[in-house]
Structures are given as structure tokens and as C-alpha cells.
């Protein structure tokens, strides 16, 4: 795989395949020919130099506590818990498969993947795909390494600002964000670098929470927003995403919770 190096738009990075390959661990560095090094630390590549600030919904991401029980205590009940009905997480990767359809040989990103749920919902569906998961955090990417061992889904797991991706333009056949959208300090920022590297054709899931159309909701999400959660209604949400250059192919929301299909405008 092909990375961009974070010093310099001209030079690129090879990232052997052994690298995503979970089941041997990968230690090592990878460089780019101008000579800029990074540490590959079980299979986990770390592009991140100096760290940037982080609100503390981000910095929460960080605490090993937060990584070791986010999916099975709250990932894996929280669609059910937010549109207030029976919603599995096997329905959410089914409309995910659906909608992204993943093709072998394909290219995939999952955006702040956590514990890399979406990146390893698309790496076993479509094994011939190659499937990245990019995240700020160390311990989710750490706690997404062993998921996606004991699942013998293989990824790269890149540690990277989403701000500022290590790709070059058009390069993905599909991207995958599920609940990152509300944690992003610059969520503009992101969506631009996610057309950016996205092919013309491609597609985007996305997955995120609206502001609360219920005054106690909306009490609880305004009582969030100081550790830097944030919240659009759907209008505000779509300008975002058309503001970015992606157009809206299909789209439902079940409560504060909501789906779109976006592809390149
Ligand atoms: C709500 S969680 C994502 C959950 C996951 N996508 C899922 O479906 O289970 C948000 C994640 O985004 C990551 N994140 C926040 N800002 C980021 C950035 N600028 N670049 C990369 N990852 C970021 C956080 O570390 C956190 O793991």
C-alpha cells in the first residue's frame, strides 16, 4: 500500500502487505526516500509526530479503559439505545455492506475507526479487498489489532490525523465513518480530505448523530457539547456534506441516528 508521507506531498511511502497480515506481528519502520521514518509497532503504523490537542471526548479515546470496553459495552447496544427500538449491530454492518458493497481488490477506509468495526465488517465480506483503518488513538487501534486477529480480518491500522491524510488524491474505492462526525474538531476539514481521497465513483457510508428533536434530548446533547461532541440537525448535516463536494444518494434517519449514502458531486 501506497502512503503519502506527512513532510512531503512528493514523497511516498511503500507499506509491505506482510503488514496487514495480523495473525505474524510486523515490527519495524517504514521511510519514504526522503529519508522521514516511522515506527511499526505490531502491525499498528505510526504517523503521528506530535500529537495535536484534543477535546476530551477525543483525549477519552485515549484511556485504555475507554478502548477495552467501548464496543462490547456500549458500540454494540448504542444504535438500539439512541433510536429507541430493537437495533442489532449485525443490521447496521448488513445496510453497510449494502450500500458500500465491497468489491474484491477494492480499496477501503475506515475514518476514526475505533475498534475498526466497519473496516472489519468489509475485510470479511469481501476478503480479496484491501481494507485501512486510520485513528488517532493508540489503544483503539491496539484494541482494533486484536478484534481484528481473533475475526482473521486482515487491515492496515495506520495511526493518523484525519485532518491531514497520509494518501494521495483518489485513491479509495469507499469510505466508512460510523459515529465519528460528532467527535471531529474540524469536521469540514475531514470531509474535504475524504472527497480529496476518495475515486470520482466511490462511495461514502456514513453514519452520525442528529441534535435531538426532544427538549430532554436536547438538554443531554447541549450538556455534551462542552467536552466537544457536536451535533447538526439534517439540513445542517447535508450542507456539510454538499459544502465538501459529495451529493447525497440515500439517506434515513431512525431517531438522532443517521444513514447516508453520499458519493462525489
Ligand atoms: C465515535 S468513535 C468511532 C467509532 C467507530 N467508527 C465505530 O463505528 O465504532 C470516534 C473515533 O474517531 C477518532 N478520531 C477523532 N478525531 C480524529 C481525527 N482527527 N483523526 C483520526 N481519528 C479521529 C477517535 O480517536 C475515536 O476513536
Known amino acids: 500500500m501506497e502512503l503519502r508521507s506527512p513532510v512531503s506531498e512528493r514523497a ?4 509491505p502487505e506482510e503488514a496487514s497480515h495480523l495473525s505474524k506481528p510486523f515490527n519495524g519502520t517504514v521511510c519514504s526516500r526522503e529519508g522521514d521514518e516511522y515506527p511499526v509497532v505490531n502491525n499498528i503504523i505510526d504517523l503521528i509526530r506530535e500529537p495535536k490537542e484534543f477535546s476530551f471526548a477525543q483525549s477519552s479515546n485515549h484511556w485504555k479503559v475507554t478502548a477495552a470496553l467501548y464496543e462490547d459495552i456500549w458500540r454494540k447496544r448504542s444504535l438500539s439505545i439512541l433510536t429507541g427500538e430493537e437495533f442489532p449491530i449485525d443490521k447496521e ?3 453497510l455492506l449494502e450500500w458500500v458493497s465491497p468489491a474484491a481488490g477494492g ?12 473496516a472489519r465488517a468489509l475485510k470479511k465480506a469481501e476478503p480479496e479487498a484491501r481494507v485501512v483503518a486510520l485513528d488517532l488513538s493508540m489503544q483503539m487501534l491496539d484494541e482494533a489489532r486484536m478484534k481484528s486477529e481473533a475475526d482473521e480480518a486482515d487491515l492496515f491500522l495506520l495511526r493518523a490525523d484525519a485532518r491531514d491524510m497520509p494518501f494521495y488524491g483518489k485513491v479509495f474505492d469507499g469510505l466508512v465513518m460510523g459515529g465519528t462526525l460528532n467527535e471531529l474538531s474540524d469536521e469540514l476539514k475531514v470531509l474535504f480530505e475524504c472527497r480529496r481521497v476518495i475515486k470520482d465513483e466511490g462511495v461514502f457510508f456514513m ?19 462542552w467536552s466537544g461532541l457536536k451535533f447538526w440537525d439534517l439540513d445542517e448535516s447535508n450542507q456539510l456534506f454538499e459544502r465538501a463536494g459529495f451529493h447525497i444518494s440515500e439517506q434515513f434517519s431512525k431517531g438522532i441516528v443517521c444513514f447516508t449514502r453520499l458519493k462525489a458531486a
Open 207 to 225: 453514519m452520525h448523530l442528529l441534535r435531538s428533536s426532544t427538549w430532554y434530548g436536547r438538554l443531554l446533547q447541549d450538556s455534551s457539547e
Open 107 to 118: 480499496l477501503y477506509l475506515d475514518v476514526g475507526c475505533s475498534t475498526a468495526l466497519y
Open 12 to 15: 511516498s511511502i511503500e507499506v
Open 93 to 95: 454492518k448488513e445496510l
